[in-house]
């Protein structure tokens, strides 16, 4: 386990660490020398090597060099900060209890690592800040100033041997000069940092002869044979948190976060050393272990070492080499029916070492679940993935060493992302880069193939009359272009609340009165049924289409085909929620559908809200490359100023802003007695029960969301609204893995259900079956289902299949009475139930449940049914099941802490759901404002990571921003002011500057319009309407008669025209041309040739797990981070970034943005009538 706090004392911090108990302790200085010790190449510049002295130590701390020249010294300076490397239970148990002497002193197995560990930070994180063309630009200076100290029990007095590495304040430039240290990286890696030292500490130990069992997240693990019953017992600390957390109901992991931090006490007393560990060795005794037959298999496994040291070099690396990949197709798998592209064929004779060999398997497997879900990640993250499966011997060093071959033979492909100040080295793969480039050449192939279904001068006559709205200009570009466009594939880019349905509806009736139809599809199934609800039109899942229609692109001459081809010639696709679309999905509807010649396909959505799950940002990437898009830009669905301000702000990352305008309709729990989940609960509990059924709850994570189903629950049973003494029943609770996760049994744990989702003739499993996990093996997992028992090899699953063959799920326990809200977790389509469609329980007796669906269709669920077991309660929704629903009030809760969930499109999500009122509770309001600015909430793109095209920059956002801020302006002006809150001048003066987006000129090009131009068309008698964009002089659409040039391209007709040639490997209509104050503006922009790039890692990774947070923490003394100061813990968890690398700390850099032409005068500025200071 690794931990990072801040040293805020450096008189506090030299007192402890520095203490004779814990440095000249018989048990290391008798045998093993001191142990503490100066470290790093900052300290050995400094002249400071050998045991740490207090005085030294101090003034170290203070900024004082042994020179006597000082560094920063500045008001509030801060000393340094502790990183804590924490050894597994069973080490320390072998260390103090059996007497393994090897693992710790400053040449034990333990300090080892952390020395490792350290010189990678040093390499990889180490920072300060130059300043470069008047901006304070992070630059990396390879060095650090820091002192070790190990120590031995936990505050339980626990064995618990952990190193402190006490960094100052302090680096070394390359000129000499001494400056503070910029943190940001090593705060923000805190996860990557956690499995770097694992895979070292792994790796010691099984060079000394022990076997370990990884399990945990980020790579921790324990010895193989020491018994989870001692491990458990001198656990004392963990069980003193898990019954804290049980007396107060806590259960999320912040929950057990803050039980850590508020129940820690001072280290007990430790009169005599020798005493307490002679009292370990008691107390194992009774638990039946002392340890010394496992350390003596240990020794006899190094002897044989040593004894193998004695034969040839020759003979020992061939052997060991073919051990090594022998273990490693044993554990990764080497049944593939296709060479892995990503492992060398020769691996035996390549693979410079036994590490070398499985680091191969650790990086392939790595990528393939990393590329699941992301077009392109960080080599951070990569090299984190490959050490947490946990491959014998692999440590960073063999894993960096395998991605740089990976690089050079072009099976990765490099590339970088910049944001704010830093520049993140990525790495995609040629598959997720082809993927997107023919997406994107498909668009292209089928631009002005197709004559209009409706004559273009006819479209917004009969969409009129079809839609039982009048349709806005918006909304009639949008369905003329649906309905008349002449490319094949063109898109709708709506802002949420735009009114999609509306159009669609329209559409649908018009397609028809032409003899076609209008078929929808969407990502799930919620989805499907809002489509058929809203729009009238039969719809079903992306996942279905394409699974029928794929059974028939290898026949394509059977009358099964030519039939489903028959009922799709005169079909339009119209795709739902195209966000959320990932790139695989996309372009297999695109080769699906034209197999099947359907006529036309419309995809519909907001790139601004959710994206998808699995891998690629499609719709994004298909708008910046230039693809046909009509454009709706106008709100219809909040009915009050406030929010439709808020919701224009959100829309363009204007979070903090946002927040700012809903004034009072933000609550802060900060300090109180009342948690946000029981804040919002109880508001909601509050209404009567014609408001409950006018207002959502919404939460951001699923913790959260089931903390507030249970409160909700229980003030409904206690009110009489629920009905009845309940039926207790036991529900699935999914765990999200990916297909290549699911090849390894560190993932399988004993209790969880396996359903088996498809054919898996590799592991002779049929669809079907659900099985309980009996035990878990090295190699194989045991599975029982009644008197049946199955024992199969995970490895074996052909990693070449994608699609998912096994669902592991676990279980846990609701109790249902009469009136309960539920929601379906998986779909049984011939009865209606759909995965996230809400039911109502209406009856329960003798064990049936009888529910009433959506549909107010009644089904009774007799005892044992499945869909007993795949529900959940539902008075809260988490924001991706809100995505596409409407409600008149809601209440949200926003988490400070949740650094990946608190981000810019779950915000959007939340504040546009609503017609009329919102009300955001969060924790800490400022912190949170911090974390949404800081946080986009985007996914990659491959095409974007080589710099070949821009889909989220800078550029794009700023112009969005300038009309989002004249909406909002206009909106807040514009006569009735009714409805804002009392306090909006000062709100509104106040909204924050963005370092994220830099001033804009006026825009010559009004890009929130669309030109009809790309859809191919000329509608008459339109004139003097701008039907958003369809002219940007207002004088009505004009038609062009170039099919090929897209409505963006119209838009903007100043713009050069783009060379589409390429040299082979550009997909068509993504290269762009820079305008001329673009390239003075990127002139100006300050020559940072000189500076290394800097390696980081990507976001979306899980914060420490739950069983990290168990475990028996080390002493942080109270100097160190005053947990009890909020201003201080604040800022602390604002540099902890997403601990992959990113910093969430707020600065006021922006260096990453290049400068822009300054603004005229005499224009008038929108923000500044807000009172933003842009």
């Given at each position: 386990?690794?931990?990072?706090?801040?040293?805020?004392?450096?008189s506090?911090?030299?007192?402890?660490?520095?203490?004779?108990?814990?440095?000249?302790?018989?048990y290391?200085?008798?045998?093993?020398?001191?142990?503490s010790?100066?470290?790093?190449?900052?300290?050995?510049?400094?002249?400071?090597?050998?045991?740490?002295?207090?005085?030294?130590?101090?003034?170290a701390?203070?900024?004082?060099?042994?020179?006597?020249?000082k560094?920063?010294?500045?008001?509030?300076?801060?000393?340094?900060?502790?990183?804590?490397?924490?050894?597994?239970?069973?080490?320390?148990?072998m260390?103090?209890?059996?007497?393994?002497k090897?693992?710790?002193?400053?040449?034990?197995?333990?300090?080892?690592?952390?020395?490792?560990?350290?010189?990678?930070?040093?390499?990889?994180?180490?920072?300060?800040?130059?300043?470069?063309g008047?901006?304070?630009?992070?630059?990396?200076?390879?060095?650090?100033?820091?002192?070790?100290?190990?120590?031995?029990?936990s505050?339980?007095?626990?064995?618990?041997?952990?190193?402190?590495?006490?960094?100052?304040?302090?680096?070394?430039?390359?000129?000499?000069?001494w400056?503070?240290?910029?943190?940001?990286?090593?705060?923000?890696?805190?996860?990557v940092?956690?499995?770097?030292?694992?895979?070292?500490?792994?790796?010691?130990?099984?060079?000394?002869?022990?076997?370990?069992?990884?399990?945990?997240?980020?790579?921790t693990?324990?010895?193989?044979?020491?018994?989870?019953?001692v491990?458990d017992?001198?656990?004392?600390?963990?069980?003193?948190?898990?019954?804290?957390?049980?007396?107060?109901?806590?259960?999320?992991?912040?929950?057990?976060r803050?039980v850590?931090?508020?129940?820690?006490?001072?280290?007990?007393?430790?009169?005599?050393?020798?005493?307490?560990?002679?009292?370990?060795?008691?107390?194992?005794?009774?638990?039946?272990?002392d340890?010394?037959?496992?350390l003596?298999?240990?020794?006899?496994?190094?002897?044989?070492?040593?004894?193998?040291?004695?034969?040839s070099?020759?003979?020992?690396?061939?052997?060991?080499?073919?051990?090594?990949?022998?273990?490693?197709?044993?554990?990764?798998?080497?049944?593939?029916?296709?060479?892995?592209?990503?492992?060398?064929?020769?691996?035996t004779?390549?693979?410079?070492?036994?590490?070398?060999a499985?680091?191969?398997?650790?990086?392939?497997?790595?990528?393939?679940?990393l590329?699941?879900?992301?077009?392109?990640?960080?080599?951070?993250?990569?090299?984190?993935?490959?050490?947490?499966?946990?491959?014998?011997?692999?440590?960073?060093?063999?894993?960096?060493?395998?991605?740089?071959?990976?690089?050079?033979?072009?099976?990765?492909i490099?590339?970088?992302?910049?944001?704010?100040?830093?520049?993140?080295?990525?790495?995609?793969?040629?598959?997720?880069?082809?993927?997107?480039?023919?997406?994107?050449?498909?668009?292209?192939?089928?631009?002005?193939?197709?004559?209009?279904?409706?004559?273009?001068?006819?479209?917004?006559?009969?969409?009129q009359a079809?839609?039982?709205?009048?349709?806005?200009?918006?909304?009639?570009?949008?369905?003329?272009l649906?309905?008349?466009?002449?490319?094949?594939?063109?898109?709708?880019?709506?802002?949420?609340?735009?009114?999609?349905?509306?159009?669609?509806?329209?559409?649908?009736r018009?397609?028809?009165?032409e003899?076609?139809?209008?078929?929808?599809?969407?990502?799930?199934?919620?989805?499907?049924?809002?489509?058929?609800?809203?729009?009238?039109?039969?719809?079903?899942?992306?996942?279905?289409?394409?699974?029928?229609?794929?059974?028939?692109?290898?026949?394509?001459?059977?009358?099964?085909?030519?039939?489903?081809?028959?009922?799709?010639?005169?079909?339009?696709?119209?795709?739902?929620?195209?966000?959320?679309?990932?790139?695989?999905?996309?372009?297999?509807?695109?080769?699906?559908?034209?197999?099947?010649?359907?006529?036309?396909?419309r995809?519909?959505?907001?790139?601004?809200?959710?994206?998808?799950?699995?891998?690629?940002?499609?719709?994004?990437?298909?708008?910046?490359?230039?693809?046909?898009?009509?454009?709706?830009?106008?709100?219809l669905?909040q009915?009050?100023?406030v929010l439709r301000?808020?919701a224009?702000?959100?829309?363009?990352?204007?979070?903090?802003?946002?927040?700012?305008?809903?004034?009072?309709?933000?609550?802060?729990?900060?300090?109180?007695?009342?948690?946000?989940?029981?804040?919002?609960?109880?508001?909601?509990?509050?209404?009567?029960?014609?408001?409950?059924?006018?207002?959502?709850?919404?939460?951001?994570?699923?913790?959260t969301?089931?903390?507030?189903?249970?409160?909700?629950q229980?003030?409904?049973?206690?009110?009489?609204?629920?009905?009845?003494?309940?039926?207790?029943?036991?529900v699935h609770?999914?765990?999200?893995?990916?297909?290549?996760?699911?090849?390894?049994?560190?993932?399988?744990?004993?209790?969880?259900?396996?359903?088996?989702?498809?054919?898996?003739?590799?592991?002779?499993?049929?669809?079907?079956?659900?099985?309980?996990?009996?035990?878990?093996?090295?190699?194989?997992?045991?599975?029982?289902?009644?008197?049946?028992k199955?024992?199969?090899?995970?490895?074996?699953?052909?990693?070449?299949?994608?699609?998912?063959?096994?669902?592991?799920?676990?279980?846990?326990?609701?109790?249902?009475?009469?009136?309960?809200?539920?929601?379906?977790?998986?779909?049984?389509?011939?009865?209606?139930?759909?995965?996230?469609?809400?039911?109502?329980?209406?009856?329960?007796?003798?064990?049936?449940v009888?529910?009433e669906?959506?549909?107010?269709?009644?089904?009774?669920?007799?005892?044992?049914?499945?869909?007993?077991?795949?529900?959940?309660?539902?008075?809260?929704?988490?924001?991706h099941?809100?995505?596409?629903?409407?409600?008149?009030?809601?209440?949200?809760?926003?988490?400070?802490?949740?650094?990946?969930?608190?981000?810019?499109?779950?915000?959007n999500?939340?504040?546009?759901?609503?017609?009329?009122?919102?009300?955001?509770?969060?924790?800490?309001?400022?912190?949170?404002?911090?974390?949404?600015?800081?946080?986009p909430?985007?996914?990659?793109?491959?095409?974007e990571?080589?710099?070949?095209?821009?889909?989220?920059?800078?550029e794009?956002?700023?112009?969005?921003?300038?009309?989002?801020?004249?909406?909002?302006f206009d909106?807040?002006?514009?006569?009735?002011?009714?409805?804002?809150?009392?306090?909006?001048?000062?709100?509104?003066?106040?909204l924050?500057?963005?370092?994220?987006?830099?001033?804009?000129?006026?825009?010559?090009?009004?890009?929130s319009?669309?030109?009809?131009?790309?859809?191919?068309?000329?509608v008459?008698?339109?004139?003097?309407?701008?039907?958003?964009?369809?002219?940007?002089?207002?004088?009505?659409?004009?038609?062009?008669?170039?099919p090929?040039?897209?409505?963006?391209?119209?838009?903007?007709?100043?713009?050069?025209?783009?060379?589409?040639?390429?040299?082979?490997?550009?997909?068509?209509?993504?290269?762009?041309?820079?305008?001329?104050?673009?390239?003075?503006?990127?002139?100006?922009?300050?020559?940072?040739?000189?500076?290394p790039?800097?390696?980081?890692?990507d976001?979306?990774?899980?914060?420490?797990?739950?069983?990290?947070?168990?475990?028996?923490?080390?002493?942080?003394?109270?100097?160190?981070?005053?947990?009890r100061?909020?201003?201080?813990?604040?800022?602390?968890?604002?540099?902890?970034?997403?601990?992959?690398?990113?910093?969430t700390?707020?600065?006021?850099?922006?260096?990453?943005?290049?400068?822009?032409?300054?603004?005229?005068?005499?224009?008038?500025l929108?923000?500044?009538?807000?009172?933003?200071?842009?």
């Amino acid at each position: 386990m690794h931990s990072i706090a801040s040293v805020r004392s450096a008189s506090g911090a030299s007192n402890y660490f520095a203490k004779d108990d814990f440095t000249n302790g018989d048990y290391y200085a008798s045998e093993n020398g001191e142990v503490s010790q100066w470290g790093g190449k900052g300290a050995e510049a400094a002249g400071l090597s050998g045991q740490v002295d207090k005085a030294t130590f101090e003034r170290a701390l203070n900024g004082e060099l042994p020179s006597g020249e000082k560094v920063g010294q500045v008001e509030n300076r801060r000393a340094g900060f502790d990183l804590t490397f924490s050894a597994p239970k069973s080490v320390s148990l072998m260390a103090y209890v059996a007497g393994d002497k090897r693992i710790l002193g400053p040449d034990g197995v333990q300090m080892q690592a952390v020395r490792q560990t350290m010189a990678w930070i040093e390499r990889n994180l180490a920072e300060t800040r130059k300043d470069i063309g008047g901006k304070k630009i992070p630059v990396q200076t390879g060095n650090l100033l820091y002192a070790l100290f190990q120590h031995d029990t936990s505050r339980a007095l626990d064995p618990q041997a952990h190193v402190h590495a006490i960094v100052a304040n302090l680096t070394r430039m390359a000129d000499g000069k001494w400056q503070s240290l910029h943190a940001d990286r090593i705060w923000a890696s805190n996860t990557v940092i956690g499995a770097v030292y694992h895979a070292y500490m792994r790796a010691g130990l099984e060079k000394i002869g022990y076997q370990v069992e990884t399990g945990g997240k980020h790579g921790t693990f324990e010895i193989t044979g020491v018994p989870q019953k001692v491990i458990d017992a001198f656990s004392q600390r963990r069980a003193d948190i898990v019954a804290a957390a049980q007396s107060l109901g806590i259960k999320s992991a912040q929950g057990m976060r803050e039980v850590t931090a508020r129940t820690r006490d001072p280290k007990l007393g430790l009169d005599n050393r020798d005493t307490l560990r002679q009292d370990w060795i008691d107390k194992a005794k009774a638990l039946g272990f002392d340890g010394k037959d496992l350390l003596s298999a240990a020794e006899r496994v190094t002897r044989a070492h040593d004894h193998d040291a004695s034969r040839s070099p020759l003979e020992r690396g061939a052997d060991a080499i073919r051990a090594a990949v022998a273990s490693a197709r044993e554990i990764v798998g080497n049944y593939l029916a296709t060479p892995d592209p990503l492992v060398d064929r020769a691996v035996t004779r390549l693979a410079g070492t036994p590490a070398d060999a499985r680091a191969q398997f650790a990086v392939a497997s790595a990528v393939r679940i990393l590329a699941t879900r992301e077009a392109a990640f960080d080599v951070h993250r990569l090299a984190k993935q490959a050490l947490d499966l946990g491959l014998k011997g692999v440590t960073i060093d063999h894993v960096e060493r395998r991605i740089e071959r990976l690089v050079a033979t072009e099976r990765l492909i490099p590339g970088q992302v910049r944001q704010h100040d830093t520049t993140y080295r990525m790495v995609t793969t040629p598959d997720s880069l082809r993927t997107e480039e023919r997406i994107i050449a498909t668009i292209d192939k089928e631009r002005g193939t197709i004559p209009s279904i409706v004559a273009p001068d006819r479209a917004p006559t009969l969409l009129q009359a079809a839609s039982p709205h009048d349709l806005n200009a918006g909304q009639l570009a949008a369905a003329t272009l649906i309905v008349a466009g002449t490319d094949r594939i063109a898109f709708v880019q709506g802002v949420a609340g735009a009114g999609k349905s509306t159009v669609l509806e329209a559409a649908a009736r018009t397609l028809e009165g032409e003899g076609r139809r209008l078929h929808g599809l969407a990502f799930q199934n919620k989805m499907v049924a809002d489509m058929k609800a809203g729009a009238g039109i039969e719809a079903q899942t992306i996942a279905s289409f394409v699974w029928q229609g794929e059974r028939h692109l290898d026949f394509p001459d059977t009358p099964a085909a030519q039939a489903k081809r028959d009922e799709m010639k005169n079909t339009v696709l119209v795709v739902d929620e195209m966000s959320m679309v990932s790139n695989d999905d996309l372009l297999r509807l695109f080769e699906v559908a034209a197999a099947l010649g359907v006529e036309a396909i419309r995809g519909v959505g907001d790139k601004q809200q959710l994206m998808s799950i699995n891998a690629g940002k499609a719709f994004s990437v298909v708008q910046a490359a230039g693809a046909p898009v009509a454009y709706m830009n106008d709100n219809l669905r909040q009915r009050t100023d406030v929010l439709r301000t808020v919701a224009e702000l959100a829309n363009v990352g204007r979070a903090s802003a946002a927040v700012r305008v809903l004034g009072d309709n933000v609550i802060e729990t900060k300090g109180g007695e009342r948690s946000p989940v029981e804040v919002a609960a109880d508001r909601w509990l509050a209404l009567s029960p014609e408001e409950r059924s006018l207002t959502a709850v919404f939460a951001s994570g699923r913790e959260t969301r089931g903390d507030i189903n249970t409160r909700i629950q229980e003030g409904l049973t206690a009110d009489g609204t629920l009905r009845g003494p309940g039926l207790d029943v036991t529900v699935h609770d999914r765990v999200s893995l990916t297909p290549e996760e699911l090849r390894y049994t560190q993932f399988y744990k004993v209790g969880q259900q396996v359903t088996v989702t498809g054919h898996i003739p590799e592991l002779g499993l049929r669809r079907g079956g659900t099985y309980e996990v009996t035990r878990v093996f090295t190699n194989k997992v045991e599975m029982r289902r009644g008197s049946e028992k199955i024992r199969f090899a995970p490895q074996k699953l052909d990693p070449t299949v994608t699609l998912e063959r096994l669902q592991i799920s676990t279980l846990d326990s609701v109790r249902l009475h009469e009136g309960e809200t539920i929601r379906w977790t998986t779909n049984d389509t011939e009865r209606g139930m759909d995965n996230a469609a809400l039911a109502t329980v209406t009856g329960i007796e003798n064990g049936r449940v009888t529910v009433e669906l959506a549909s107010k269709d009644t089904i009774t669920l007799e005892p044992g049914d499945p869909m007993l077991s795949r529900l959940s309660l539902a008075y809260a929704l988490n924001m991706h099941m809100a995505q596409g629903i409407t409600t008149d009030k809601g209440i949200g809760v926003m988490l400070s802490h949740e650094t990946n969930l608190s981000n810019q499109r779950l915000f959007n999500v939340l504040v546009t759901r609503v017609r009329d009122a919102i009300t955001l509770v969060t924790d800490n309001t400022d912190k949170l404002m911090r974390q949404l600015d800081r946080n986009p909430g985007d996914k990659t793109s491959s095409l974007e990571t080589v710099g070949r095209l821009v889909v989220d920059g800078p550029e794009a956002k700023a112009r969005a921003a300038d009309d989002a801020l004249t909406a909002a302006f206009d909106s807040l002006t514009a006569g009735d002011t009714a409805g804002l809150p009392d306090n909006a001048p000062i709100l509104l003066a106040n909204l924050p500057d963005l370092p994220d987006l830099p001033p804009m000129p006026a825009s010559t090009t009004d890009w929130s319009k669309v030109a009809m131009e790309g859809a191919g068309m000329d509608v008459p008698g339109m004139d003097g309407t701008s039907i958003d964009g369809a002219g940007t002089d207002g004088a009505g659409a004009r038609a062009t008669a170039d099919p090929s040039r897209s409505a963006v391209d119209a838009a903007a007709p100043d713009r050069p025209d783009t060379d589409r040639a390429g040299d082979g490997r550009d997909a068509p209509g993504i290269d762009r041309v820079l305008s001329s104050a673009d390239r003075d503006a990127l002139a100006d922009l300050p020559d940072l040739a000189d500076l290394p790039p800097f390696p980081a890692s990507d976001t979306d990774w899980s914060r420490t797990g739950m069983e990290d947070l168990l475990r028996d923490e080390p002493l942080d003394d109270l100097a160190l981070d005053d947990t009890r100061d909020a201003d201080a813990r604040d800022r602390r968890d604002d540099m902890r970034g997403d601990d992959l690398g990113h910093p969430t700390e707020e600065r006021d850099d922006l260096s990453s943005l290049p400068p822009m032409p300054p603004r005229d005068p005499d224009l008038p500025l929108p923000e500044k009538r807000l009172g933003l200071d842009l």
